[in-house]
């Protein structure tokens, strides 16, 4: 039986003027919003328990197997406000589809897509004044996640989980918006390996990255670049988004899946885009020799990262511990257009002719 998420209402909302103060300036994961949907499973009975309340902590016993085994699965997407005030999902049963991929990684039960979707309609609905007008690149994050909630010390999979899904209104994933980033190649540490979990959206595969991020930060640059863990002889992705280059001669060209990168919905986007774009799209391996020396020798003219939260944020330099490899000023018009074309079909600028976009209200 499909989950309704009937709405019991925060008695306490905030106040419009407080919705208009973070509106105007809402950041990135910092302010979050009147309601939460949750729904909970157990091995007995299934989903049930699902609604949409007030946005609360959770009460956790200490045991709660999540706090131990990390037995926890997570996705990302946004609503996005249109010019005539409608509000938009961007592929919300792709987003769906993939949460189920990771549980079934992570032995958690998959959520029907349609449960998923209206779990975030849902919420998407009731707390639509959070979701940001336009201006520049704001949008509402939405965040859907699931743990292992039964109490227990034990490495199984859990038999009681918890589901939710929290919003929270967002301006510019990188503070510096559109400009250039640099990215730290790490030749120490890995994200993923053959048979490992790259491929899900785990919590896990994040908290694995910090060490290799922050060594980036001490670096100047603001993501890391994973190499494929075993032979160091593939470009992978970086810490939360996808990498992709540009060459000289039009290929737009991206590492292929191999098992061990999250498929990302932003680059599968773009690569379908790629033709209308003059852009041939190639998914390949890259080799960290190609990497520097097709900069060094002029083949690459542009690289950038992209990913739900940064949309599409071009890359001005890899370094790693060997050197640096600027890619050349060049305004990077090619990656501003590939941008502003996804840009334009989740704000409703140009007809959705690949149908996806979901309408919320
Ligand atoms: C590790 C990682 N790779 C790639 C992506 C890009 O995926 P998507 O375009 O679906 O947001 C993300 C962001 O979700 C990510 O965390």
């Not at 998420?5 to 106040?15: D, E, I, K, Q, W």
């Not at 509402?140 to 909630?149: E, G, H, T, V």
């Not at 290799?212 to 032979?231: K, M, N, P, T």
Request: proline fraction near 6%; hydrophobic fraction near 40%; aromatic fraction near 10%.
């Amino acid at each position: 039986m499909s989950l309704t998420f009937p709405l019991h209402r925060n008695p306490n909302p905030a106040g419009d003027d407080e919705v208009a103060r973070v509106l105007a300036n809402p950041g990135f994961g910092d302010h979050f919003t009147d309601h939460m949907a949750v729904a909970t499973w157990t091995k007995a009975d299934g989903w049930a328990a699902d609604e949409v309340k007030p946005y609360g902590p959770f009460q956790m016993d200490p045991a709660s197997a999540v706090l131990h085994y990390g037995q926890e699965i997570f996705e990302g997407l946004k609503a996005y406000r249109h010019a005539d005030g409608s509000i938009h999902l961007f592929r919300p049963e792709a987003n769906a589809e993939r949460f189920q991929s990771s549980a079934a990684r992570m032995m958690l039960p998959e959520l029907p897509v349609a449960d998923f979707v209206t779990a975030v309609e849902e919420l998407v609905k009731v707390d639509e004044r959070w979701v940001p007008v336009s201006a520049g690149e704001q949008s509402l994050y939405i965040r859907p996640f699931m743990f292992a909630s039964e109490v227990f010390l034990g490495v199984r999979a859990a038999e009681r989980v918890t589901f939710c899904v929290i919003v929270s209104p967002a301006g510019p994933y990188f503070a510096g918006g559109v400009q250039p980033v640099d990215i730290w190649v790490t030749d120490e540490y890995s994200r993923a390996g053959v048979g490992g979990t790259g491929a899900a959206k785990c919590g896990g595969n994040y908290a694995s990255s910090l060490i290799a991020q922050y060594e980036g930060y001490e670096h100047g640059c603001s993501q890391v670049l994973f190499i494929e863990a075993a032979d160091k002889d593939r470009v992978e992705e970086l810490g939360g988004m996808n990498v992709f280059l540009i060459t000289a001669d039009g290929r737009l060209v991206t590492p292929a899946l191999t098992g061990t990168i999250l498929e990302g919905l932003t680059p599968d986007s773009i690569l379908t885009l790629a033709a209308e774009l003059g852009l041939t799209p190639e998914e390949r391996r890259i080799t960290p020799d190609e990497l520097f020396s097709g900069i060094a020798d002029g083949s690459t003219v542009e690289a950038f990262s992209c990913g739900t939260a940064a949309v599409v944020t071009p890359i001005g330099a890899f370094k790693s511990k060997a050197g640096e490899w600027r890619l050349p000023e060049n305004g990077s018009p090619q990656t501003l257009a590939i941008r502003n074309a996804i840009l334009d079909i989740q704000y409703g600028r140009v007809p959705d002719t690949h149908g996806w976009l979901k309408r919320v209200r």
